[in-house]
Protein backbone atom coordinates (compact mmCIF):
# COMPACT_ATOMS: atom_id res chain seq x y z
CA UNK A 1 0.00 0.00 0.00
CA UNK A 2 1.63 3.31 -0.79
CA UNK A 3 2.44 5.87 1.99
CA UNK A 4 3.19 9.25 1.53
CA UNK A 5 4.99 11.19 3.85
CA UNK A 6 6.04 15.21 3.89
CA UNK A 7 8.30 16.85 5.84
CA UNK A 8 8.38 19.30 7.81
CA UNK A 9 4.78 19.33 9.12
CA UNK A 10 5.15 22.94 9.42
CA UNK A 11 7.05 25.42 8.60
CA UNK A 12 7.35 29.07 9.19
CA UNK A 13 10.00 31.75 7.43
CA UNK A 14 10.73 35.66 6.92
CA UNK A 15 10.00 36.90 3.43
CA UNK A 16 12.71 36.46 0.41
CA UNK A 17 13.74 32.81 1.90
CA UNK A 18 14.21 30.15 -0.60
CA UNK A 19 11.79 27.12 0.68
CA UNK A 20 12.59 23.13 -0.33
CA UNK A 21 9.15 21.08 0.92
CA UNK A 22 9.47 17.67 1.03
CA UNK A 23 7.49 14.18 -0.39
CA UNK A 24 8.57 11.02 0.06
CA UNK A 25 6.45 7.91 -1.21
CA UNK A 26 6.98 4.06 -0.43
CA UNK A 27 5.95 2.83 -3.72
CA UNK A 28 8.10 4.17 -6.98
CA UNK A 29 5.19 2.32 -9.72
CA UNK A 30 3.40 5.56 -9.58
CA UNK A 31 2.37 7.66 -12.61
CA UNK A 32 3.16 11.01 -11.70
CA UNK A 33 2.84 13.27 -8.62
CA UNK A 34 0.90 16.35 -8.11
CA UNK A 35 1.68 19.23 -6.05
CA UNK A 36 -1.07 20.99 -4.66
CA UNK A 37 -1.47 24.19 -1.91
CA UNK A 38 -4.66 24.46 0.25
CA UNK A 39 -5.61 27.94 1.50
CA UNK A 40 -7.77 27.32 4.62
CA UNK A 41 -11.43 26.79 4.32
CA UNK A 42 -10.72 26.04 0.73
CA UNK A 43 -10.07 23.60 -1.64
CA UNK A 44 -7.12 21.77 -3.23
CA UNK A 45 -5.54 24.12 -5.98
CA UNK A 46 -3.01 22.24 -8.65
CA UNK A 47 0.36 23.76 -8.59
CA UNK A 48 2.51 21.56 -10.92
CA UNK A 49 2.14 17.67 -12.08
CA UNK A 50 5.48 15.53 -12.53
CA UNK A 51 4.93 12.72 -15.16
CA UNK A 52 6.75 9.79 -14.11
CA UNK A 53 9.32 10.09 -17.05
CA UNK A 54 9.95 13.41 -16.15
CA UNK A 55 12.62 14.71 -13.67
CA UNK A 56 11.45 18.44 -12.97
CA UNK A 57 8.47 20.74 -13.87
CA UNK A 58 8.55 24.23 -13.49
CA UNK A 59 5.52 27.11 -12.94
CA UNK A 60 6.90 30.79 -11.90
CA UNK A 61 8.87 30.76 -9.08
CA UNK A 62 8.02 26.74 -8.07
CA UNK A 63 9.92 23.90 -9.08
CA UNK A 64 9.38 20.61 -8.64
CA UNK A 65 11.32 17.61 -9.04
CA UNK A 66 10.89 13.91 -9.15
CA UNK A 67 13.22 11.24 -8.28
CA UNK A 68 11.07 7.63 -8.54
CA UNK A 69 13.96 5.34 -7.93
CA UNK A 70 14.62 7.26 -4.09
CA UNK A 71 11.01 7.39 -3.78
CA UNK A 72 11.10 11.29 -3.25
CA UNK A 73 9.65 14.80 -4.70
CA UNK A 74 11.04 18.03 -3.54
CA UNK A 75 8.96 21.44 -3.97
CA UNK A 76 11.25 24.88 -4.59
CA UNK A 77 9.72 27.82 -3.75
CA UNK A 78 12.29 31.15 -4.65
CA UNK A 79 11.75 34.16 -2.70
CA UNK A 80 8.87 33.53 -0.88
CA UNK A 81 6.29 35.81 -0.03
CA UNK A 82 3.28 36.15 2.53
CA UNK A 83 1.03 35.50 -0.24
CA UNK A 84 2.54 31.92 -0.30
CA UNK A 85 1.04 30.98 3.10
CA UNK A 86 -0.21 28.00 2.95
CA UNK A 87 -0.80 24.38 3.17
CA UNK A 88 1.25 22.35 0.79
CA UNK A 89 -0.09 18.59 0.21
CA UNK A 90 1.61 16.26 -2.63
CA UNK A 91 -0.29 13.02 -4.29
CA UNK A 92 1.02 10.04 -5.76
CA UNK A 93 -0.84 8.64 -8.62
CA UNK A 94 -0.59 4.96 -8.45
CA UNK A 95 0.60 2.91 -11.64
CA UNK A 96 -1.54 -0.60 -12.18
CA UNK A 97 -4.96 0.05 -12.97
CA UNK A 98 -5.66 1.59 -9.54
CA UNK A 99 -7.51 5.87 -10.13
CA UNK A 100 -6.80 6.53 -6.28
CA UNK A 101 -3.94 8.74 -5.39
CA UNK A 102 -2.24 8.74 -1.98
CA UNK A 103 -2.14 11.83 -0.35
CA UNK A 104 -0.16 13.61 2.28
CA UNK A 105 -0.46 15.43 5.19
CA UNK A 106 0.66 18.37 4.13
CA UNK A 107 3.02 21.39 5.10
CA UNK A 108 2.07 24.35 6.43
CA UNK A 109 3.75 27.08 5.84
CA UNK A 110 3.67 30.40 7.23
CA UNK A 111 5.72 33.19 5.26
CA UNK A 112 6.17 36.50 7.71
CA UNK A 113 7.14 39.88 6.22
CA UNK B 1 -12.06 24.68 -19.92
CA UNK B 2 -13.42 22.62 -17.30
CA UNK B 3 -14.97 23.45 -14.26
CA UNK B 4 -15.83 21.63 -11.34
CA UNK B 5 -19.29 23.02 -8.93
CA UNK B 6 -19.23 21.76 -5.42
CA UNK B 7 -22.67 23.11 -2.88
CA UNK B 8 -23.29 24.08 -0.87
CA UNK B 9 -20.25 25.87 0.63
CA UNK B 10 -21.40 25.47 4.39
CA UNK B 11 -24.13 23.62 5.59
CA UNK B 12 -25.26 23.08 9.66
CA UNK B 13 -27.22 19.91 10.26
CA UNK B 14 -28.48 18.28 13.20
CA UNK B 15 -27.71 14.90 14.28
CA UNK B 16 -29.94 12.32 12.61
CA UNK B 17 -30.97 14.57 9.76
CA UNK B 18 -30.11 13.23 6.22
CA UNK B 19 -27.75 14.82 3.72
CA UNK B 20 -27.09 15.64 0.38
CA UNK B 21 -23.94 17.08 -1.26
CA UNK B 22 -24.05 17.82 -4.99
CA UNK B 23 -20.84 17.92 -7.44
CA UNK B 24 -21.20 18.70 -11.23
CA UNK B 25 -18.13 18.76 -13.49
CA UNK B 26 -18.11 20.63 -16.98
CA UNK B 27 -16.38 20.45 -19.87
CA UNK B 28 -15.40 17.05 -19.96
CA UNK B 29 -16.83 13.31 -20.50
CA UNK B 30 -16.64 10.21 -18.42
CA UNK B 31 -14.32 12.14 -15.94
CA UNK B 32 -13.22 9.90 -12.63
CA UNK B 33 -15.45 11.44 -9.92
CA UNK B 34 -13.84 11.69 -5.95
CA UNK B 35 -15.63 12.49 -3.10
CA UNK B 36 -13.00 13.26 0.01
CA UNK B 37 -13.15 14.15 3.41
CA UNK B 38 -11.07 16.60 5.56
CA UNK B 39 -11.25 16.23 8.90
CA UNK B 40 -9.42 18.89 11.63
CA UNK B 41 -6.16 18.64 11.91
CA UNK B 42 -6.10 15.24 9.79
CA UNK B 43 -5.27 14.16 5.99
CA UNK B 44 -7.52 13.85 3.26
CA UNK B 45 -9.79 10.89 3.23
CA UNK B 46 -11.10 9.26 0.48
CA UNK B 47 -14.79 8.34 0.88
CA UNK B 48 -15.67 7.52 -2.39
CA UNK B 49 -14.75 6.89 -6.31
CA UNK B 50 -16.49 6.40 -9.43
CA UNK B 51 -15.11 5.85 -12.66
CA UNK B 52 -18.62 5.91 -14.61
CA UNK B 53 -21.92 6.37 -14.44
CA UNK B 54 -23.42 3.77 -11.46
CA UNK B 55 -20.01 2.76 -10.24
CA UNK B 56 -19.39 3.41 -7.34
CA UNK B 57 -16.53 2.38 -4.86
CA UNK B 58 -16.53 2.88 -1.16
CA UNK B 59 -12.71 3.17 0.68
CA UNK B 60 -14.03 3.45 4.15
CA UNK B 61 -17.67 1.75 5.33
CA UNK B 62 -19.36 4.38 6.93
CA UNK B 63 -22.44 6.31 7.44
CA UNK B 64 -22.30 7.83 3.95
CA UNK B 65 -23.34 6.75 0.49
CA UNK B 66 -22.71 8.25 -2.62
CA UNK B 67 -24.15 7.45 -6.57
CA UNK B 68 -23.83 8.53 -9.90
CA UNK B 69 -26.93 9.10 -11.30
CA UNK B 70 -24.94 11.49 -14.35
CA UNK B 71 -21.74 11.05 -16.07
CA UNK B 72 -20.96 14.08 -14.59
CA UNK B 73 -22.86 14.42 -11.57
CA UNK B 74 -21.83 12.85 -8.02
CA UNK B 75 -23.58 13.17 -5.08
CA UNK B 76 -22.83 12.02 -1.18
CA UNK B 77 -25.50 11.10 0.69
CA UNK B 78 -26.69 10.34 4.33
CA UNK B 79 -29.42 8.89 6.11
CA UNK B 80 -29.08 9.82 9.51
CA UNK B 81 -25.98 12.03 10.22
CA UNK B 82 -23.56 11.26 13.09
CA UNK B 83 -21.73 13.99 15.01
CA UNK B 84 -18.62 12.26 13.31
CA UNK B 85 -19.55 13.02 10.28
CA UNK B 86 -18.56 16.95 10.12
CA UNK B 87 -15.66 17.94 8.71
CA UNK B 88 -14.80 19.70 5.02
CA UNK B 89 -15.92 17.33 1.95
CA UNK B 90 -14.13 17.97 -0.99
CA UNK B 91 -15.13 16.74 -4.49
CA UNK B 92 -12.13 15.96 -7.44
CA UNK B 93 -12.36 15.15 -10.72
CA UNK B 94 -9.72 13.46 -12.64
CA UNK B 95 -9.76 12.72 -17.21
CA UNK B 96 -8.13 9.55 -17.68
CA UNK B 97 -9.43 6.13 -16.51
CA UNK B 98 -6.38 4.44 -14.43
CA UNK B 99 -4.39 5.04 -17.25
CA UNK B 100 -2.41 7.99 -15.40
CA UNK B 101 -0.58 11.08 -16.46
CA UNK B 102 -3.96 13.01 -15.61
CA UNK B 103 -3.76 15.61 -12.84
CA UNK B 104 -6.92 16.14 -10.00
CA UNK B 105 -8.67 18.95 -9.76
CA UNK B 106 -10.64 19.76 -6.74
CA UNK B 107 -14.11 21.71 -5.65
CA UNK B 108 -14.27 24.29 -3.68
CA UNK B 109 -15.53 22.39 -0.56
CA UNK B 110 -18.57 22.00 1.60
CA UNK B 111 -18.25 22.44 5.35
CA UNK B 112 -20.51 20.17 6.99
CA UNK B 113 -20.82 20.91 10.58
CA UNK B 114 -23.46 18.56 12.59
CA UNK B 115 -24.83 19.78 15.69
Known amino acids: KQEVTQIPAALSVPEGENLVLNCSFTDSAIYNLQWFRQDPGKGLTSLLL?????REQTSGRLNASLDKSSGRSTLYIAASQPGDSATYLC????????????FGRGTSLIVHP | SQTIHQWPATLVQPVGSPLSLECTVE??????LYWYRQAAGRGLQLLFY??????ISSEVPQNLSASRPQDRQFILSSKKLLLSDSGFYLC??????????????FGNGTRLTVT
Open chain 2, 92 to 105: AWSRDRGLGGSPLH
Open chain 2, 50 to 55: SVGIGQ
Open chain 1, 91 to 102: AAHASGGSYIPT
Open chain 2, 27 to 32: GTSNPN
Open chain 1, 50 to 54: IQSSQ
